[in-house]
């Protein structure tokens, strides 16, 4: 047996963990920079009442962070479900698909939120690249960059077909324009910026970069393949 070999494992598996670390760390610290304005919202959100909690993005962000725990336990449910089917890449499938979901619905509800103008402001349109950009902040190009981000990082992990960078541009982009089109025909008191097309791209391809190395490819997982032992002759 190759050293390299019996070392692998632990290494990926100390890897994993140091990973797993830092990104509960980053959560964490994300947090307790932006706890006074979740509690602002809270009582609302606990309360159930509309004004106030699904209205404001202070509400929106608690309530997603408060149904994480439901989110992982639907991963658990389809894994164990697909794992009891004997089929290839359970987890990975599982986590991709509610990854995506919960991810992309909460920040595509914030771009949806209508403004105090709703239905009586006329439309807005910017056509001219990078002009609404330096107005936007570091707040505004963050919040951009993530609209699509899960998106991007899970979709190529449970679609094959979206395994590539190009593909990968091309849902970000459509998926933006979508948005920033249905914002101009409903009438939500915003701006439907070409600006805001272009840092969702971003967003979406920088995420699938981050987990090109678990991409989901065409080809047969070692588990489906025959043993060779029970493999039919001929």
Not at 11 to 36: E, T
Not at 144 to 167: C, D, E, I, W
Not at 169 to 193: K, N, W
Not at 201 to 226: E, I, M, N, Y
Request: positive net charge.
């Amino acid at each position: 047996m190759k050293p390299d070999a019996s070392l692998s494992a632990p290494s990926r598996r100390a890897r994993g963990i140091v990973l797993l670390s830092l990104a509960v760390l980053g959560m964490a610290g994300a947090l307790f920079v932006i706890r006074r304005p979740l509690m602002m919202s809270a009582p609302r959100c606990m309360a159930g009442r509309w004004h106030g909690c699904f209205d404001t993005f202070n509400g929106v962000a608690l309530m997603t962070l408060v149904t994480l725990p439901l989110s992982a336990l639907v991963v658990w449910a389809l894994a164990r479900r697909r794992r009891a089917a004997g089929t290839a890449w359970a987890w990975r499938m599982s986590l991709a698909e509610v990854g995506m979901v919960h991810g992309t619905v909460p920040f595509l509800w914030g771009t949806m939120m209508p403004g105090a103008g709703a239905g009586t402001v006329p439309e807005r349109v910017s056509l001219v690249p990078l002009r609404d950009l330096v107005t936007m902040g570091p707040f505004g190009i963050v919040g951009n960059l993530l609209v699509f981000a899960a998106l991007g990082f899970f979709a190529p992990m449970r679609f094959a077909a979206l395994a590539s960078v190009p593909r990968i541009l091309a849902l970000g982009a459509g998926c933006s324009a979508l948005v920033e089109t249905a914002q101009y025909v409903l009438m939500l008191d915003r701006v439907s910026s070409v600006d805001d097309v272009l840092v969702n791209t971003v967003g979406t391809v920088l995420a699938g970069l981050a987990s090109r190395r678990w991409w989901r490819t065409r080809a047969v997982a070692p588990s489906d393949q025959p043993h060779p032992m029970t493999a039919p002759a001929g």
